[in-house]
């Protein structure tokens, strides 16, 4: 069914393993994530950015692919689908009527002050309908979508900032910049680890990891141990399928039929998917 990230995020604070968020880039990547976490009997977390969710034709048909596929594929596991990087309340709004079961405002770039005055009234809306709330204080570097943050913006978040947002604002889970990078990192990622433990100390909210992508293992694991209960992927599922893709066509140059090269990127999407899960332990908790 499809549900908020609340309650998931609790339990997987709980038990010590982590709720994927996967990006939605098409109907393939919907189906793949799908029936990867309905395989892995594991929760999902669906995000659609802005930009997504533009080429997809729209919030409502994002979420109505869903609800289609959902249907279709017998899923039982519980499903989130969320608004990634939410860029004003009105995005956020639209998000929520659309269907959305979750969003993210994404006020970073602002002043503290402001960053918490637009989460509080996004917060405000979507808990009326029951819908949870990500927001995030730092600046994640490298880019996504129409997000670009260079290496001179990018910027570690500060606990303290971070547990008055918290309180004040009442969001469902929280994402602190402590250094990943959205897109392929340059050289090894270096997490703020010791910040990580003391913002869940201060906030006791469930952690949000963004930038997925390039994290070593050990590093996941230490961020799990550290109170993240969410971690974001997109662009090695990206990675994966058009890597298939040029596969493919390169083997059978004549090749012009796209269910023949965005079949096999659809497998290696669920391919990718399902190793995630099983790093991230959320496999079987479903
Ligand atoms: O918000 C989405 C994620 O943070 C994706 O990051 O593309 O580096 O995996 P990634
Ligand atoms: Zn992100």
């Known amino acids: 069914p499809l549900v908020s990230m609340r309650e998931m995020l609790h339990k997987a604070n709980e038990g010590k393993y982590a709720v994927g968020q996967f990006n939605l880039n098409n109907l393939e990547f919907t189906q793949a994530i799908l029936q990867a976490a309905q395989t892995e009997k594991s929760p999902v ?14 919030f409502k048909l994002t979420v109505r692919m869903v609800e289609a596929l959902m249907e279709e594929y ?3 596991v519980p499903v989130a689908i969320h608004l990634d ?7 956020c709004a639209k998000a ?11 006020g ?36 996504e979508d129409d997000l670009t943050v260079d290496d001179a913006e990018a910027s570690y978040a500060i606990p303290e900032e971070c547990d008055r947002l918290v309180r004040e604002t009442n969001v469902d889970c929280f994402a602190p910049a402590l250094g990943s990078v959205h897109g392929p990192y340059k050289g090894e990622p270096n997490l703020g680890f010791d910040r990580m433990e003391e913002v ?12 997925g992508t390039g994290i070593p293992l050990k590093d996941i694991q230490r961020a799990i141990s550290l109170g993240t209960a969410k971690i974001n992927v997109n662009t090695e599922n990206q990675i994966s399928s058009s890597k298939r893709v040029r596969e493919v066509l390169a083997e059978n140059p004549e ?8 079949g096999p990127a659809r497998e290696a999407i669920k391919e990718t998917v399902i190793g995630k899960m099983r790093d991230f332990g959320s496999s079987g908790k479903a």
């Open 45 to 58: 977390i669906l995000g659609v950015s802005e930009g997504a969710a533009r080429y997809m034709g729209g």
């Open 85 to 91: 990087h939410g860029s004003s309340f009105e995005m």
């Open 108 to 143: 970073s770039h602002l002043p503290l002050e402001e960053n918490i005055e637009l989460t509080k009234k996004v917060v405000e809306l979507a808990h009326m309908f029951g819908v949870s709330v990500e927001a995030e204080l730092g600046r994640i570097g490298g880019q």
């Open 255 to 262: 090749m012009y039929d796209p269910r023949k090269f965005l």
């Open 200 to 211: 869940m100390k201060l906030t006791g909210v469930p952690l949000v990891l963004h930038g």
């Open 96 to 106: 929520i009527h659309a269907g959305f079961t979750s969003v993210m405002i994404d």
């Open 74 to 76: 017998g899923v039982t």
